[in-house]
């Protein structure tokens, strides 16, 4: 039988250091699973997005078009749940959240770069264009304290002794 280690695994996060734990994650990966709680049509009500922009609030902000599945998803139910992992072992997010959809052209302005044109072949000017944010309402988190490495190496170390060298941290993100 072996030792468990006592090292503190838990850190709950509140107001400005969940909103900088949100940006910390998003800054890694830019994307993550966008899940609606309704669906319709053929829609799975989850698809990869990018995130556009955290807000100072932590509010997080996409682009999409006006007639997709996700924005007449949203309408129908305002509930949505974002899947983050920005690298293998590392960076795991989920938020809870609620979703409102406008056609503020300042906003899509800020949001626009030229690769979106992709998606919008009008441009930045595309009536299609629509910016959704989501108001975190809360959240968890998954991480290492110390990064890959160090969690790597405490990984191979314990595996090698027998004994739990767990660098991982967790915790509730309350915004």
Same mark, same amino acid.
């Given at each position: 039988?072996?030792?468990n280690?006592?090292?503190?695994?838990?850190?709950?996060?509140h107001?400005?250091?969940?909103i900088?734990k949100?940006k910390?994650?998003?800054d890694?990966?830019?994307?993550?699973?966008f899940?609606?709680?309704v669906t319709?049509?053929?829609?799975s009500g989850?698809r990869?997005?990018a995130?556009? &922009?955290?807000d100072?609030?932590?509010?997080?902000?996409?682009?999409?078009?006006?007639? %997709?599945?996700?924005? $007449?998803?949203? #309408? !129908?139910?305002p509930r949505?749940r974002?899947?983050? &992992?920005?690298?293998?072992?590392s960076?795991?997010?989920?938020?809870?959240?609620?979703a %409102?959809?406008?056609q $503020?052209?300042? #906003? !899509?302005?800020?949001l626009?770069?030229p690769?979106?044109?992709?998606?919008f072949?009008?441009?930045?000017?595309?009536?299609?264009?629509?910016?959704?944010?989501?108001?975190?309402?809360?959240?968890?988190?998954?991480n290492?304290?110390?990064?890959n490495?160090v969690?790597?190496?405490?990984?191979?170390?314990?595996?090698?002794t027998g004994?739990?060298?767990?660098?991982?941290?967790?915790?509730?993100?309350?915004?």
């Amino acid at each position: 039988m072996t030792a468990n280690n006592h090292e503190s695994n838990r850190a709950n996060l509140h107001g400005q250091d969940a909103i900088q734990k949100i940006k910390d994650v998003v800054d890694k990966t830019e994307s993550c699973f966008f899940c609606t709680a309704v669906t319709v049509g053929d829609s799975s009500g989850a698809r990869p997005m990018a995130v556009r &922009q955290v807000d100072e609030a932590g509010n997080l902000w996409f682009l999409s078009p006006i007639d %997709s599945h996700k924005n $007449d998803e949203v #309408k !129908i139910d305002p509930r949505v749940r974002l899947y983050f &992992q920005a690298s293998s072992h590392s960076y795991f997010l989920e938020i809870n959240g609620h979703a %409102s959809i406008s056609q $503020d052209r300042e #906003k !899509i302005s800020e949001l626009w770069e030229p690769l979106l044109n992709t998606w919008f072949t009008e441009g930045q000017d595309d009536p299609r264009i629509t910016a959704i944010k989501v108001t975190p309402v809360e959240g968890y988190y998954w991480n290492t304290k110390h990064g890959n490495i160090v969690a790597g190496a405490k990984m191979l170390i314990g595996a090698a002794t027998g004994k739990q060298l767990d660098d991982s941290v967790e915790g509730s993100l309350d915004l």
